[in-house]
Each structure stands twice: as C-alpha cells, then as structure tokens.
C-alpha cells in the first residue's frame, strides 16, 4: 500500500460518496455554501483519521462480538471533542451545521473504513487511508457547494471568502458575487437542489468511470486514469 | 406547552419539516430500502416504533442524568449507546414476545442504530427544549413522516424500473433525481402556517 494508490482510491476509484455510496445525508443538507463543505469536510477528516488510527492500534484486543459497539463509542469520544472544539474556537460553523456535527457519529463513512479497512490493517496505512478518504469527502462537498452555491445564487466562497475582507474564518464573508443572484437558479439552494445536485454528479461519475474502463480495456494498460469532474 | 403546540409539533413533522425531504436526515435507509413497498414499510413500521421509544427514553436519561450531573456535554455519546442498547432490547423483546412483527421487521431493526434520523430527532428533542409528551409527539410523528416519505418513494421507484432513461443515471443517480422530483412536491407544504 503506497500513499500514491491510496489517495487515487480515496479520492477517485474508491471515493467514499461516490463510489461506496456512504455518507449521503450531511452531503446534501450542508453543501450550501464553501465555509459549510470545507468545515464539515475538515471535521469528518480529522474525526476519521483520529478513529482510525485508534481503531486499528486496538484492533487485536477487541471481542468480535462487541466490535461495533466499541467502534461507536470511540466515535462519538472523537466526535465530541471536536463538536467542543468547533464550539469554542468557530462558533459561526458550529451554529450553521448544527446538528450535523454531532450527527457525525452516525455517518456510515467512518463506521464503514472502521469495519471494512482498519480491522485488518496497521497503524500506518490506517492514518494515511482516514487521510485520503477524508480528503476524498471534502473534495465532494466542496464541489457540490460550488456548483450549488455558483448556480443557486451567482456567488462563489460564501461564508469563507470576502469581497471586501479577504479571507475570514467567522462565516460572515459575502463571497464573490459572479452574477446577479435574482438570476440564479434558486431552487438549487433548497433541499431539493441536494438531491438533484448529487444525483447529476453521481451521474457524471458513473460516465466518466464507464469511460475510462472502456478505454484501459482498449489500450490495455493500466497507468492512466481519466479524471471528470462535473 | 398547549394541545396547539403538540398539534404542530406533529403536523410539522409529518409534512412541513419532513424529516427527509427538508432536514435529510436518513437518507441513507431512504435510499437503500426503497427499492419495494413492503420493505419500505417494514423499515419505515421499524423507525416510527424505535424513534417514539428512543425520544422518551433519551429525554429521561438527560432530564434526570445527564442535566443534573452536569454532563450535557456528552449527550452525543449518552444518547448513542441508550439508542443502540434500546434497539438491541428491542429485538429481543419482539423476538420473544410478537415474533410475527419481529420477522417481519427483520434485518431493518438492527440497522435502525445508524439511522440518523433517530440520533437526530433525540438531539433535535433537546435543542428544541421539548417537554416529555412533546418530545414523544416529536419522535412519533417525525418517524410517521419517514415512513409516508419511504412509503411514497418506493412505488415510485417501482414505477422507474419500466422507464427510459441515459445510461449513466442507472442505479443510484435516477434514485436521488427523483428522490428530488418527489421532495418538490413536498416543498408545497413548505411556508404552510397552523395556527
């Protein structure tokens, strides 16, 4: 396992929300804006890869039958701390994702990666897998919140990015506004848009994974990979 | 609180404040037993059961321990190991005592325990400042609104599999399309005041 393979697994062929089709409902419910995707997908990172790197150095001393409740409680140990965190030192993140902090503890991805890769693996793969899946789940959130928030209202960087300030961290940042946001397809900032944004990313996924199998299976190597966003 | 309140407190859940279609929250049991009416109702029965317990439960276990103790802060741990004990004891009980609802729920009752909707609603309890009846109404009523939501997806998930669309919406894409076409129509009940 290099980290090479890793992170092109994490993030493209074995991506957590795209691929393993896990960790859906925070996905559509906070991509509103750039500030919610990337804390949110920072916060899964860290959580995931602090679970991990746990869950694998006490991998040998856990009964089997009891796993998952042990698995949980070191959860939501993590989810905690950095709910406290976010709290304290960003309260502006901590109000706009709300309840879906410490909803994290349910989030399929990490009981998922805990069950399915840290079980079998040592320490170091573990760390550097929570790492790239991590990464492979902010990428995602951050797409959608682009797309949602640049076709939903005209703007870009919401929360995180201001006109006037530069770069902030307390979620005031109007963002850049690239266009009128009476022209903007509101509908795409509603729940709805959630859905419909995901599912036309799932759809473009499939495409461009259909797409480069077909040609790997052409050319009959197996270097280069095709990379579609969107 | 007054009856008014506990009457919109349950409409609200059922068709305003849909659990689903607005909040997104279980999501991922919507969308992976969705795919037949009788399994979308066995596993919606399942949630409006565990989330009407785990509601009263979990408000008693922070009324009375967590509060006065001083550890609301670690009500996200609390809240998640009563959840998954309850659905355990809940399995047992129906296994013994009504073995014909328990075989009916079957795999759906043990995988409620990661269902977010019902962390969520025991969280939302608390957030909300809901008294005891209030949070039950709560619980009761926004698994009532999950399962008219399952209910309504799968029949017309049942409809898509004899119709035409691209190849790369095959699967998961088509679902979460018209997982949004049907959350529009929900959106009509949106701004919708009682009282």
């Known amino acids: 396992m290099n980290f090479k393979r890793q992170l092109k697994e994490g993030v493209i062929t074995n991506n957590p929300i795209l691929v ?147 770069f902030t961290l307390d979620g005031t940042g109007s963002g850049i506004q690239l266009f009128n946001a009476e022209y903007g397809a509101s509908i795409l900032t509603l729940p709805v848009g959630g859905f419909l944004t995901l599912g036309f990313i799932f759809a473009a996924m499939q495409a461009a994974l259909k797409k480069a199998a077909k040609n790997k299976a052409e050319r009959g190597d197996d270097e280069e990979e095709e990379e579609e966003d969107e | 609180m007054s009856v008014t309140e506990y009457i919109s407190i349950a409409i609200g859940a059922i068709l305003i404040n849909n659990f689903i279609f607005s909040q997104f929250l279980g999501c991922c049991p919507f969308l992976g037993c969705s795919s037949k009416v009788e399994t979308a109702s066995g596993m919606g029965l399942a949630v409006v059961f565990v989330m009407g317990l785990a509601s009263a439960i979990c408000y008693v276990v922070n009324e009375f321990i967590l509060v006065p103790l001083g550890l609301a802060f670690l009500k996200t741990l609390a809240f998640i190991l009563v959840i998954a004990a309850l659905v355990q004891f809940v399995e047992m009980f ?73 190849e790369c919406f095959e699967g998961f894409p088509i679902c979460l399309i018209s997982a949004g076409l049907v959350a529009l129509a929900f959106m009509g009940f949106s701004g919708m005041k009682i009282f």
């Open chain 2, 94 to 166: 129906l296994k013994k005592a009504v073995p014909s609802l328990y075989s009916a729920l079957g795999i759906y009752l043990p995988l409620i325990t990661t269902n977010c909707a019902v962390l969520g609603v025991v969280l939302l309890n608390v957030q909300n400042g809901y008294d005891f009846l209030g949070s039950v109404i709560y619980g009761i009523t926004g698994g009532i609104g999950f399962l008219v939501a399952i209910v309504l997806f799968a029949s017309v998930r049942e409809r898509i599999q004899f119709s035409d669309y691209p």
């Open chain 1, 20 to 166: 393993q089709q896990l960790g859906m409902c925070a996905t559509m419910a906070i991509t509103t804006s750039l500030f919610n995707g990337v804390g949110m997908g920072l916060s899964v990172l860290i959580i995931l890869t602090c679970c991990n790197v746990v869950v694998s150095a006490v991998r040998r001393f856990i009964p089997d039958q009891i796993r998952l409740a042990i698995f949980v409680v070191i959860i939501a140990g993590f989810v905690t701390i950095v709910d406290l965190l976010l709290q304290a030192y960003i309260p502006a993140l901590s109000e706009s994702l709300g309840v879906f902090i410490p909803l994290i503890v349910v989030n399929c991805i990490i009981i998922g990666r805990a069950e399915a890769f840290c079980q079998k693996n040592p320490v170091g793969p573990s760390f550097v897998d929570g790492i790239t899946q991590g990464l492979g789940y902010t990428v995602v959130l951050i797409v959608m919140c682009v797309i949602r928030e640049f076709l939903g209202s005209g703007r870009f960087g919401g929360g995180l990015i201001d006109a006037v300030k530069g």
